[in-house]
């Protein structure tokens, strides 16, 4: 029986950045020799068992058969005849198929069958074998690569291959599940327009997200826009959300703010009428779709609808800010309006020659949100109740006191004048 640490820990260790998780596999073992040494077993697919002491998983050497569509579609073997070649091509990129041997007094050093430390050196995603055609996920894994590793490139053949498996209908049977937890994790990359980059290179885009596919080669006004295709200003406003170390609603947020954009009539372009409310029907459908959870839906569903009020919120009185801080939700989820806020900046950032311009009506907004949570609302519930008033006539003494407390806040025009 030998042990090897193999995948993102040896990647990433020859990289010279920090490794968190350490992948094991076991060659020459059976199950039972694994509980015979303490192992405890937690796989239900293959077999994978909890180290006694560190609690990490190691996995028995396996190979994989493709009997079906999708990342289903696979029968598991696992034998002690199973090899370490075996077991590393069945990996999707040459550089997580990469062993090393766990005895520190080894002298085995590197196993390296596929080439992964030359492509590492050239910094290249290149796929392991043919067999990588077998998996559609292993295309959302190589774009979400090429956001992670910003300097790498995919291979041309690696492309081709994609291409085809998006030809051949393989990527029509990803699932919801492993859709999204791609896209996540790509989205919180350090470059998330490079995983939008290959998938449309690749023609998986149009597939998966065609909301977002269709946004490329859409006008929009040149004076507000520079960069003028709707699709080149999503990605910048998602690497803007990147730069500013947005958490993941707000990406995902970012990524569904313009997807009406694709819908806007021909006649109308490069105007988009209306857009907000077309953007938030088309994000409820791809929401579902691939069961985005709660939170960013909710936050992303906001930014939709309330992106361009946000916007010109700078010209708008102590009436209409508390409307639109009301239609937020800002008053019961301050911390999810500054998630909206931050996710407003990357969009007015992400222009090109914008990058570095203030957002001015993120702190203004911030202090009129300040100017509403300082009145008491119980307060005038009481007052309300002792001259025999009840029911919606509250809330408008509650809004109106709220307005009033906008208009006098000075911490406005601090905001003002910034």
């Not at 109740?385 to 919606?392: F, N």
Request: glycine fraction near 6%; proline fraction near 6%.
């Amino acid at each position: 029986m030998k042990i090897y640490m193999v995948g993102g820990a040896v990647r990433d260790r020859l990289l010279g950045r920090p490794v968190n998780d350490h992948d094991w596999v076991v060659v020459g073992a059976t199950p039972e020799d694994m509980v015979a040494r303490g192992y405890l077993p937690v796989g239900r697919d293959f077999p994978v068992f909890l180290h006694p002491h560190t609690r990490e998983e190691y996995a028995l050497a396996r190979t994989e058969r493709k009997t079906g569509r999708g990342y289903r579609g696979f029968v598991i073997q696992t034998s002690p005849d199973v090899t370490l070649e075996e077991d590393l091509a069945r990996r999707d990129l040459t550089i997580n198929a990469i062993a090393v041997s766990a005895d520190p007094a080894g002298l085995e050093g590197h196993f390296d069958p596929y080439g992964g430390a030359r492509d590492l050196h050239n910094k290249v995603l290149r796929h392991v074998t043919d067999a990588f055609r077998e998996d559609p996920v292993r295309i959302l894994r190589v774009a979400r690569f090429a956001a992670r590793f910003t300097d790498f490139t995919v291979a041309p053949e690696t492309m081709q291959l994609m291409r085809e498996m998006v030809q051949h209908g393989e990527a029509d049977h990803l699932v919801a599940e492993r859709v999204w937890q791609e896209l996540s994790r790509g989205l919180m990359e350090a470059q998330p327009s490079r995983m939008f980059e290959v998938l449309r290179e690749c023609g998986a885009l149009a597939v998966v997200l065609p909301e977002v596919n269709r946004l490329w080669g859409v006008p929009q006004r040149a004076e507000y826009h520079p960069e003028i295709d709707t699709g080149i200003h999503l990605m910048m406003v998602l690497d803007m959300a990147a730069r500013l170390e947005a958490p993941l609603a707000v990406r995902f947020a970012c990524l569904t703010h313009d997807l009406g954009k694709g819908t806007t009539p021909p006649d109308v372009l490069p105007r988009h009428i209306g857009h907000e409310q077309r953007s938030a029907r088309l994000l409820k459908a791809l929401a579902g779709r691939l069961r985005v959870p709660t939170d960013c839906r909710e936050l992303a569903d906001v930014v939709a609808r309330e992106h361009g009020n946000i916007h010109r919120s700078s010209d708008l009185q102590a009436a209409a800010l508390v409307r639109l801080l009301e239609r937020c939700d800002a008053i019961r989820k301050p911390a999810r309006f500054d998630g909206v806020l931050l996710a407003c900046e990357c969009d007015a950032r992400g222009r090109l020659h914008f990058e570095e311009s203030a957002y001015p009506q993120r702190p203004r907004l911030n202090a009129a949100l300040a100017a509403v949570q300082s009145v008491a609302t119980s307060v005038i519930a009481d007052r309300a109740a002792a001259a025999g008033v009840t029911g919606q006539k509250v809330g408008e003494w509650i809004h109106a006191a709220r307005v009033q407390a906008v208009a006098a806040w000075p911490g406005l025009a601090a905001a003002d004048n910034a």
